[in-house]
């Protein structure tokens, strides 16, 4: 018992430190770009690591966790609503099979992945179904063409938005991106806020730009974006996962 209870000491006064690290960060990447830190939500993605993780966080005041795959979240959003806040916002950030879709809507806030009208469909008809509030909904944008990540081609967002805004229970909120891996971000922020802006033009209230990991935030936040998912930076490295 004291090894457990001097580990979850530890564990939380590590992950206080890394928190004010990173609010400090994404506070001096704001004053740099002149924007307003209140404009900039960080989503503490807990993927792969404990329920506890995510529950020192929130205790911590984190209200935003981003999780990639169901079966991991549902569990842990089940846990933590029976202690946490009732505003605690799940954002899903991974591929997300049409199947999942009724089971994701029990839980989450937001789906920062929304790359197909099929998966627009399933997500509509979950949250009508449950009769619970809109689903926020980000379009996800492929914007290097990489395989095997997701992502709608920037050809094809303003119908599948059109979509969204049209269906019942999905709030359309505004466009998601992973940067290409190993070269400078920043001209794949750019593109994508220039994609928001034309979404706004037909969209208004589309505003939301998700955009920034661990490895680049400070770019996003020059580019525009409102919404960081910050992993290992907060938590620390990832075991590999298999699968
Ligand atoms: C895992 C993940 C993140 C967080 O990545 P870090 O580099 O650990 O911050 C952000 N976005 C998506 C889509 C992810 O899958």
């Not at 989450?108 to 997500?123: I, Q």
Request: charged fraction near 20%.
């Amino acid at each position: 018992m004291t090894t457990g209870a001097g580990a979850g000491a530890d564990r939380r006064a590590e992950l206080t430190v890394r928190l004010s690290e990173i609010r400090a960060a994404i506070a001096d990447a704001c004053a740099a770009a002149q924007r307003d830190p209140f404009d900039v939500t960080m989503i503490a993605v807990t993927k792969t690591f404990p329920v506890d993780d995510a529950a020192l966080l929130v205790d911590l005041g984190v209200g935003d966790l981003g999780e990639n795959r169901d079966q991991d979240a549902k569990g842990k959003a089940a846990a933590l609503a029976a202690t946490a806040p009732g505003s605690l916002r799940w954002h899903f950030i991974g591929q997300l099979q049409t199947n999942k879709a009724r089971s994701v809507a029990r839980y989450a806030t937001a789906v920062h992945s929304v790359d197909r009208n099929s998966l627009v469909d399933a997500l509509a008809d979950a949250v009508t179904r449950l009769g619970r509030e809109p689903i926020q909904a980000f379009v996800q944008v492929n914007l290097d063409e990489a395989a095997g990540r997701g992502g709608a081609r920037p050809d094809d967002v303003a119908a599948l938005a059109e979509r969204i805004a049209a269906a019942p229970g999905l709030e359309l909120t505004g466009v998601m991106a992973v940067a290409p891996f190993g070269v400078d971000p920043r001209p794949a922020f750019d593109r994508l806020v220039t994609l928001s802006h034309s979404l706004q033009r037909d969209h208004p209230g589309a505003t939301a730009v998700s955009a920034g990991m661990s490895g680049d935030f400070a770019q996003a936040i020059a580019a525009g974006a409102t919404h960081l998912r910050i992993g290992s930076a907060l938590l620390g490295p990832r075991a590999q996962v298999v699968g």
